[in-house]
């Protein structure tokens, strides 16, 4: 864990779980939040050390014109998991040291950060607690189908290749419930921010 001033919570879910909006809820209320999955897109775009191990693990075709060649890189770790293992681990690599940068820049009782492979990345060990969102599988199904515009067939494999909820809760300091309306969602984060206040 890094030796810094301030507590970090780490906040983690499976895709159409809800993680964004929970995430959406701590900003409102006023807390930093690094998004680790955006700022790893960011670094696999300019990190060129990162950009060679790209492509040293999945070819030349990982980047078009210099820019990363998304569709292609899907194919090719959501088929493959010893590839989507790899590749997660070079990117955690990097995202390990900007998270680390960031951090010293924040100010507050505690900041989040906020990554879909959390345990899976073992980035939970830079976190003081940890926080999972769940919602049911055919909610979450529903929900990427309508917001990535893919057939089900594709959302099953990718929520395949992600660990099981159950497992998530098993290891989380916190679990919230994202199967109702947003006012309970809200009222699930308050309870949290309160404890974590409190015991910060």
């Known amino acids: 864990m890094f030796k810094i001033y301030m507590e970090i919570l780490g906040v983690t879910g499976g895709i159409g779980a809800g993680k964004s909006t929970v995430i959406k809820i701590f900003k409102e209320k006023g807390y930093s939040v690094y998004n680790s999955d955006i700022r790893a897109k960011k670094l696999m775009e300019e990190n060129d050390s990162l ?81 999972v969102v769940t919602a049911p599988e055919r909610l979450r199904i529903k929900r990427v189908m309508k917001r990535d515009n893919i057939p089900e067939d594709k959302v099953k494999l990718r929520i395949k290749n992600q660990w099981p909820q159950e497992k998530l809760i098993k290891l989380s300091d916190f679990h919230i419930s994202n199967d109702s309306s947003i006012e309970n969602l809200n009222k699930q984060v308050k309870s949290i921010i309160n404890i974590l206040e409190n015991q910060i």
Not at 54 to 72: C, D, E, T
Not at 92 to 115: L, M, P, Y
Not at 117 to 124: D, P, Q, V
């Open 51 to 131: 950009k060679q191990g790209i492509i040293n693990l999945l070819g030349k075709k990982a980047y078009l014109n210099g820019s990363l060649n998304r569709s292609f890189i899907a194919q090719k770790i959501f088929t493959n998991h010893e590839l989507l293992k790899q590749q997660n681990k070079l990117v955690h690599a990097e995202v390990k040291k900007d998270f680390k940068n960031w951090v010293s820049e924040q100010s507050g009782k505690f900041c989040i950060k906020e990554t879909a492979i959390l345990f899976e990345s073992e980035s939970y060990k830079d976190c003081n607690y940890t926080l």
